[in-house]
């Protein structure tokens, strides 16, 4: 489209951020995922980040060196009785997550909760009640939403220029190094908890509950991994819209037979482009997308150019959220408490492939 016409569809995409960034922020966990993508958008937020703890002291000391941090705490106990920490961001294991945070609720900590939340419903719920007890503000880092693709997706629906949606669609065909993450494979449900979920929250954020999920999945001949890496998810909505998730993470081809797409489809527009951090994996290359639309000019497809990147951008937009929502006094659009309906499509898709059948989400409690 002619450079005149931008104004008809300049996307409102970037994390919107706090006015008040000096919010003193602890990091509970000094993994990799901490390393490569919250303190590196941390520091592009230009967030206040106080101090760290990690179980492994030296790791701790290294990652604070790194990012100039100017504490690391010897124990959880030092870190949630720091006055000058406000936020909690915990980015540790599922099974850990519920008596980390209890230990910082309790102080009156606000808390950003790594995903998946739990392995469980009832554990979820279970931090939800935790969290609304001591009425402290808590948030699900499913980062995803702030990619930059999701988010410009999430503007251009929220326009009209889908019109009425009719399909949502994530497909994705690569291959992952579950080396990097040995503690993660052995877990049942591996792929749906730590990988799809993050497709199943974004087409929630984009597209709202389905009824019913119907899920398979499968393991590559000869991997050395116990848990499913091929999965499918079918999603039923109300009306006419249905949604599908597809993913293969042992795609053994050169890198330029990779994709990681997304499609999303309604009756007067559509959305497609790429979810770049997963090509060239963890280097990754920023998202592209481009959509069509009746309401500006049905035979033109628009490609704006996106900047950022999943990694580490879209890290800036869970923090910012729950920072914002504390400015505000209002509950953070990644709650922990709406993060439970992402968490119904997630173990409805595996009681699906446990049982081979639909399962609707209300049956999840």
């Known amino acids: 489209m002619d450079e005149s016409h931008r104004s008809e569809w300049e996307l409102n995409y970037q994390p919107a951020m706090p006015r008040d960034r000096s919010k003193g922020i602890g990091i509970v966990g000094a993994g990799e995922i901490v390393r490569a993508a919250h303190l590196p958008a941390y520091r592009l937020a230009n967030f206040n980040v106080v101090g760290i703890y990690d179980r492994d002291r030296n790791r701790a000391r290294q990652v604070a060196a790194d990012f ?3 504490h690391t705490f010897s124990t959880l106990d030092d870190l949630v009785n720091c006055s000058d920490i406000e936020i909690v961001d915990i980015a540790v294991p599922s099974d850990q997550l519920r008596r980390i945070v209890e230990a910082v609720v309790q102080r009156r900590k606000h808390v950003l909760c790594q995903k998946p939340l739990a ?11 935790v969290c609304s007890r001591e009425s402290v503000k808590a948030a699900v880092n499913q980062q995803m939403r702030w ?3 999701i988010q410009a997706s999430h503007d251009i629906i929220g326009r009209g220029w889908l019109g009425q949606l009719t399909q949502m669609t994530i497909q994705v065909n690569v291959l992952t190094p579950w080396d ?5 494979t052995a877990i049942k449900g591996m792929e749906f908890l730590y990988h799809s979920i993050h497709y199943l929250d974004a087409i929630r954020y984009l597209a709202g ?4 999920i119907f899920a398979d999945a499968a393991k590559f001949p000869g991997q050395p991994w116990p848990a499913e890496t091929r999965t ?4 039923r909505f109300a009306g006419e819209l249905r949604g599908l998730v597809q993913d293969n993470h042992n795609n053994f081809a050169p890198d330029n037979d990779w994709y990681a797409t997304f499609r999303f489809e309604g009756t007067d527009g559509i959305i497609k482009g790429t979810n770049g951090a997963l090509y060239d994996y963890p280097v990754g290359r920023g998202d592209t997308l481009s959509f069509l639309t009746k309401k500006i000019r049905q035979d033109t497809w628009i490609t704006p150019e996106l900047k950022g990147r999943w990694f ?3 890290f800036m937009g869970s923090m910012g959220e729950l920072m914002r929502a504390i400015e505000e006094d209002r509950e953070p659009v990644n709650s922990v408490r709406d993060n439970l309906k992402t968490l119904k499509m997630v173990f409805a898709a595996m009681r699906s ?8 989400l209300s049956e999840i409690e």
């Open 68 to 70: 100039n941090i100017p």
């Open 119 to 129: 392995h469980s419903y009832d554990e979820a719920r279970r931090i939800d009640d």
């Open 147 to 149: 990619a930059p693709g």
């Open 180 to 184: 990097h993450w040995p503690w993660m």
């Open 209 to 212: 509950e389905p009824d019913y």
């Open 232 to 235: 499918t998810i079918v999603m």
């Open 312 to 314: 580490p951008h879209a």
């Open 353 to 360: 492939i446990d049982e081979v059948r639909p399962v609707w």
